[in-house]
């Protein structure tokens, strides 16, 4: 399974970012995918999940800020962020689940400015 994140960036504090992350390889069976995030000198946390019905999963910090979704025909996950703060800087990494498998992409910078 390859993971493919894209759509981070550079952006003030209140701005908006769209991640995505497109699935390929051998992706049969692939059922939660998500996102975690990675700051300096903090350790890697889940930030969203979401299940293959649909259902989702958010840290309690950004509940009501960032949204997950999936689109399946495409394999892909996404990740609005709205209302960035420079506490949400990270690298953002998308992850998807078979089993008790953890796959995982390359990571996005999100970097929010003040």
């Known amino acids: 399974v390859q993971l493919q994140a894209s759509g981070g960036g550079l952006v003030q504090a209140g701005g908006s970012l769209r991640l995505s992350c497109v699935a390929s390889g051998s992706i049969r069976g692939i059922k939660s995918m998500g996102w975690y995030r990675h700051a300096p000198g903090k350790q890697r946390e889940l930030v969203a999940a979401?299940?293959?019905?649909?259902?989702?999963t958010y840290a309690d910090s950004v509940k009501g800020q960032f949204t997950i979704s999936r689109d399946n025909a495409k394999n892909t996950v996404y990740l609005q962020m709205n209302s960035l703060k420079p506490e949400d800087t990270a690298v953002y990494l998308c992850?998807?689940?078979?089993?008790?498998?953890?796959?995982w992409g390359q990571g996005t910078l999100v970097t929010v400015s003040s």
């Open positions: 992850s998807a689940a078979r089993g008790t498998v953890n796959y």
């Open positions: 979401i299940s293959a019905g649909g259902a989702t």
